[in-house]
């Protein structure tokens, strides 16, 4: 059974309407190209994994930390006792620190949180865990150095992929600042243009 061609016009109007603009949820007109522009996402995927497996992996370190210092105590120099002890209270509340920062800034794509994060991963938490990976004075234990070689991959890979995450996320509000600004200046030009008549008639 054909169809009449009125109907069959209406038809393919309609779906050329309804395909033309996969992201459109509802019947309102489609999003401006800056405002798709500002609404992209730029927060990283693989960042939120590791700080979501780091914050299951952090307890694990740490009990075992403290389990492998029960053990070797009192065959550790006085002062690598105090040194241990006051590195891993320091990891344990950088740590708690960094992962909220972290995932603040991270989600809700905040510049500052996220590179406050960053500083403290490169400049205290990764120094600090390397000091307890490689120092042989601290006579690490097999499980010590498993877990610090794990914990070190952790801070490694948010390092690298929170400078890259931060680099986006300065350059699209560089970008966001350019096209406010340029807006701004075509609406003055704008009104401008309307005001030029009015004078030229006084």
């Known amino acids: ?14 779906s050329l309407t309804v395909f033309r603009d996969s992201s459109r949820t509802g019947p309102g007109p489609g999003p401006e190209p800056s405002e798709a522009a500002d609404n ?3 927060s990283s995927l693989p960042l939120q994994m590791s700080l979501y497996f780091n914050s299951y992996f952090f307890p694990l370190w740490w009990v075992s930390c403290i389990a492998m210092l029960h053990m070797k105590y009192s065959v550790l120099p006085d002062y690598y006792k105090f040194i241990v002890i006051t590195v891993i209270v320091l990891i344990t509340l950088i740590e708690a620190i960094r992962l909220y920062l972290g995932c603040m ?3 809700q794509e905040k510049v500052p949180e996220l590179a406050g994060f960053w500083l403290l991963s490169f400049l205290l938490q990764l120094p600090l865990i390397l000091f307890l990976l490689l ?3 601290l006579r690490n234990l097999p499980l010590e150095k498993a877990i610090h070689i794990v914990f070190t991959v952790f801070l490694a890979f948010q390092v690298i992929s929170a400078f890259l995450t931060l680099k986006k996320m300065v350059n699209q509000l560089a970008a966001r600042f350019h096209l406010q600004d340029f807006d701004r200046l075509s609406a003055n030009s704008a009104a401008l243009r309307r005001r030029r008549p009015f004078t030229e008639e006084l």
């Not at 059974?1 to 038809?11: A, F, H, N």
């Open 1 to 14: 059974m054909e169809l009449p061609d009125p109907v069959r016009q209406r038809l393919g109007n309609l």
């Open 40 to 42: 992209e996402m730029v």
């Open 105 to 107: 800034g991270n989600l």
């Open 135 to 137: 120092n042989e004075g």
